[in-house]
């Protein structure tokens, strides 16, 4: 069993048993923030509970990025809402392999409010359609809220200063072509943080969707003595986060704000090309 990871069938059988996960679909469309819900409705795993991208996994856009994290206090409202508790696993899930938002959510319960059990399912939704999943329309009842209060961990992420001064590797999840600045779909300015290397998240992934084996990521991911991981907004950099962690390598920081806060400083230098 990998410990972030659960498949279609874990899934199901877990569901059934004495000790079911608390299930969120995190389904997202970059530039329509009301598609994430809309998805939901339209069909999703059993019991699940919807987890916005942009009001529970983000802060207002601005000078942190176009996805910067939310305030301490706002997102333990979100966790209480849903009624995440460390005594009850969670899934997470997409229909993007995790990369929009199942791996950005593992990231903010696990690695930074510190949950102890939390696992993306390995494929997101078409796994579990293919496995021969339901898929109800509609709501769910409302969970019963929870009163737990993290202890966040704030050396899990770093900010634009540390990446600017310091010397850690710093891998960018975004495609190719944004790294070198010939195409930016998203952001005012193409390019990339200087001494980066690219790993785009979707290379994490198999022709099926679903991850690559441990080793064939633990081959082929940069490495590096400390590694910070960023991509356009602080989303799809968790995935690679994630990456290492099926790896089983040592966890990159997260630079939360990621190119989208770069950029807002004119002082901070660019690079193009490879």
């Known amino acids: 069993m990998n410990e972030v990871l659960i498949d279609a069938a874990e899934l199901a059988s877990a569901l059934k048993g004495d000790r079911p996960p608390l299930v969120l679909d995190c389904r997202a469309r970059l530039g329509d923030p009301d598609a994430g819900e809309r998805l939901w409705r339209e069909g999703h795993v059993p019991g699940s509970q919807h987890l916005d991208l942009d009001r529970d996994l983000a802060g207002p856009p601005g000078e942190g990025g176009r996805h910067p994290l939310p305030d301490q206090a706002a997102f333990t409202a979100v966790i209480r809402r849903l009624g995440i508790t460390p005594e009850r696993p969670v899934v997470v899930y997409d229909d993007m392999g995790g990369q929009l938002a199942a791996a950005r959510a593992w990231w903010m319960l696990a690695r930074w409010a510190g949950h102890p059990e939390v696992r993306v399912l390995d494929g997101g939704l078409r796994a579990w359609q293919d496995a021969g999943g339901e898929l109800p329309l509609g709501r769910e009842p409302a969970p019963v809220p929870g009163d ?6 704030d050396d899990a992420r770093v900010g634009a200063e540390e990446v600017f001064s310091g010397r850690a590797l710093k891998v960018d999840a975004r495609a190719r072509e944004r790294f070198r600045g010939e195409a930016e779909p998203v952001d005012p300015v193409a390019g990339h943080i200087p001494g980066a290397v690219c790993r785009p998240s979707a290379e994490n992934l198999d022709a099926t969707g679903r991850f690559k084996a441990a080793e064939l990521l633990d081959a082929e991911l940069p490495e590096g003595e400390t ?7 602080g989303v799809t950099a968790c995935h690679d986060i994630l990456a290492y962690a099926i790896a089983g390598r040592p966890l990159p920081r997260l630079y939360p704000g990621s190119w989208s806060e770069w950029i807002r400083d004119p002082a901070r230098p660019l690079a193009t090309g490879d």
Do not use: Q
């Not at 590694?227 to 907004?233: K, L, N, P, R």
């Open 148 to 153: 737990w209060t993290p202890r966040y961990r």
């Open 227 to 233: 590694v910070i991981a960023y991509c356009g907004s």
